[in-house]
Nanobody
Framework: QEDLVESGGGSVQDGGSLRLSCVAS????????STWFRQAPGKEREAVAM????????NYAESVDGRFTISQDNAKRTVYLEMNSLKPEDTGIYYC?????????????????WGQGTQVTVSS
């Protein structure tokens, strides 16, 4: 069973940067889609960025496009989320998830495996 472990969260000022990492205990051969989600208090879980392991194709939520970059290192079984120009509204728990083929990359129910989450706090 593939386990996912996130790290790299923390507290930064408005405009700061963080890099999150998600390490898989193993690479499930058929689970090719990796996505970062986030959840702020009192809000629904929101898809932030997705990467397709096969060719590196990426998708981003409009709210983070141009500020966040998702990438992967398959040799290290790791997916990264580089976050720049952070804003207070980026605050939340960030989760990584993997799926065989999500019907929609934005839908949490499409993902079978989840990490435990890492807290990101951006203060103004």
């Amino acid at each position: 069973q593939e386990d996912l472990v996130e790290s790299g969260g923390g507290s930064v000022q408005d405009g700061g940067s963080l890099r999150l990492s998600c390490v898989a205990s193993e690479l499930a051969s058929n689970r090719l889609y990796s996505t970062w989600f986030r959840q702020a208090p009192g809000k629904e879980r929101e898809a932030v960025a997705m990467i397709f392991r096969g060719n590196g194709f990426t998708n981003y939520a409009e709210s983070v496009d141009g500020r966040f970059t998702i990438s992967q290192d398959n040799a290290k079984r790791t997916v990264y989320l580089e976050m720049n120009s952070l804003k207070p509204e980026d605050t939340g728990i960030y989760y990584c998830a993997s799926a065989i083929r999500p019907g929609s990359w934005r839908v949490p129910e499409s993902y079978a495996r989840w990490g435990q989450g890492t807290q990101v706090t951006v203060s103004s």
